[in-house]
């Protein structure tokens, strides 16, 4: 008994220990995916505009920092080009439909919970959210306009990972990004034309459906 004893007591630590070598300290990662939706409502001089950012490809990067078993610091990059089409209407005037080239980018710090499945150590159903900016490009070559817009932002996410090896997964990801745009926002300005248009105080909300690949160390 008294050896059981003794080598339960060695192994245990010995367990312990080798489980935590197994814990990926660190994580690098890449997607691909598809952006939907995004669009503000508000006013210029005397017009009521619409600007509405086209659904397109969209792709980043990820880093991941564990901090404790099941939770990791994420830093995240993404990007969307796409195109705006901007609707404006006055009174008593046809309305003018114009667009863009545009370009999305989100830098964004936060966190990351990973779940163990009973039984299933291939699968880790993640949930994170971080807080960020977002970086609203918008130019048009012909007129030679260019435009850049910074802005805070909050980012929620749903997903799973699936591991392959020890040192490679596979992961999946649904995105909610709320941009947020202060009361009386103005976006899209000119030296000349002015702003394109005046926000009252609303988001701007996408949706990101993604898949990519990582790699533990």
């Not at 086209?54 to 796409?82: C, K, M, N, V």
């Not at 949930?127 to 980012?155: C, I, K, M």
């Not at 926000?199 to 990519?212: D, K, P, R, Y």
Request: charge should be negative; charged fraction near 15%; glycine fraction near 12%.
């Amino acid at each position: 008994m008294a050896v059981c004893l003794l080598t339960l007591g060695v192994s245990a630590p010995a367990q312990a220990q080798e489980a935590r070598k197994k814990q990926a300290r660190l994580e690098l990662g890449a997607y691909g995916g598809y952006t939907v939706g995004g669009s503000a409502e508000g006013v210029s001089t005397l017009n009521s505009v619409t600007a509405d950012i086209q659904s397109a490809p969209s792709y980043g990067a990820t880093l991941d920092l564990a901090i404790r078993p099941g939770a990791f610091l994420e830093i995240l990059y993404g990007r969307q080009d796409t195109e705006i089409e901007v609707t404006s209407v006055s009174v008593g005037i046809p309305g003018t439909r114009n667009r863009y080239d545009f370009l999305v980018q989100y830098l964004q710090i936060g966190g990351l919970a990973e779940f163990r499945v009973p039984n299933v150590d291939w699968l880790r159903p993640t949930f994170g959210g971080t807080v960020g900016a977002t970086v609203f490009s918008a130019s048009n070559p012909e007129s030679a306009y260019e435009y850049e817009e910074w802005r805070a932002s909050l980012l929620l996410e749903l997903g799973a990972k699936l591991r392959i090896g020890e040192h490679l997964g596979i992961r999946l990801r649904a995105k909610l990004i709320s941009t947020l745009l202060p009361e009386d926002s103005a976006m899209f300005c000119g030296n000349i034309s002015g702003c394109t248009l005046l926000v009252a105080g609303q988001g701007v909300f996408q949706g990101e459906f993604s898949a990519g690949a990582y790699v533990a160390f």
